[in-house]
T-cell receptor, first 116, second 111 residues
Framework: GAVVSQHPSWVICKSGTSVKIECRSL??????MFWYRQFPKQSLMLMAT?????????EQGVEKDKFLINHASLTLSTLTVTSAHPEDSSFYIC????????????FGAGSRLTVL | DQQVKQNSPSLSVQEGRISILNCDYT??????FLWYKKYPAEGPTFLIS?????DKNEDGRFTVFLNKSAKHLSLHIVPSQPGDSAVYFC??????????FGTGTRLKVLA
């Protein structure tokens, strides 16, 4: 149990366009999801905390108008990279809070974004 | 400011031997630590965790040691297997679900 699906796994877009990445908890409800970004050979950096039915909480230095997060249901959070630029190219990973156990977060497989 | 550091970007170990991955942290408020394994183009998968009230936790071939005074933890894998080859991240948290990750160590287990 506790599976998180992330889609798309790969996306290439032109500079200036917007890209939406979906994060779904498949077999559990997640009131809280987290979005991370990973640059090559660097750690996973938390971008924002997504709460169902309310506004996301962004980490310092993350532009909320650039990275729009919507958590409209208990099983789906979306991250939209608006007006993407090449420097937004990265690996984006979501995790969902499953509430119990030694490890309460389940991670998606990640989405590789390349902006041309 | 990197609060969780993994100073060895890579490690190679012979199959059957012990792999030791190290992690240092700076925030004394961290009270829970986790190790994750990550394959390329996949999300991290949970391996093992330890609370700050313990100094050791064991699960099969994986053991995590915590030295609070040194702000250091390590993951021991014994015996190492080729399938253990991956990037290993340590993570820490201070009573919340906001995990702070290290930069990762790429482990290569040689057959």
């Amino acid at each position: 149990g506790a599976v998180v699906s992330q889609h798309p796994s790969w996306v290439i877009c032109k500079s200036g366009t917007s890209v939406k990445i979906e994060c779904r908890s498949l077999d559990f409800q997640a009131t809280t999801m987290f979005w991370y970004r990973q640059f090559p050979k660097q750690s996973l950096m938390l971008m924002a905390t997504s709460n169902e039915g309310s506004k996301a909480t962004y980490e310092q230095g993350v532009e909320k108008d650039k990275f729009l997060i919507n958590h409209a249901s208990l099983t789906l959070s979306t991250l939209t990279v608006t007006s993407a630029h090449p420097e937004d190219s990265s690996f984006y990973i979501c995790s969902a809070f499953k509430g119990s156990g030694a490890n309460v977060l389940t991670f998606g497989a990640g989405s590789r974004l390349t902006v041309l | 400011d990197q609060q969780v550091k993994q100073n060895s970007p890579s490690l190679s170990v012979q199959e059957g031997r012990i792999s030791i991955l190290n992690c240092d942290y700076t925030n004394s408020m961290f009270d829970y630590f986790l190790w994750y394994k990550k394959y390329p183009a996949e999300g991290p998968t949970f391996l093992i965790s330890i609370s700050s009230i313990k100094d050791k936790n064991e699960d099969g071939r994986f053991t995590v040691f915590l030295n609070k005074s040194a702000k250091h933890l390590s993951l021991h894998i014994v015996p190492s297997q080729p399938g253990d080859s991956a990037v290993y991240f340590c993570a820490a948290t201070a009573g919340t679900y906001k995990y702070i990750f290290g930069t990762g160590t790429r482990l290569k287990v040689l057959a």
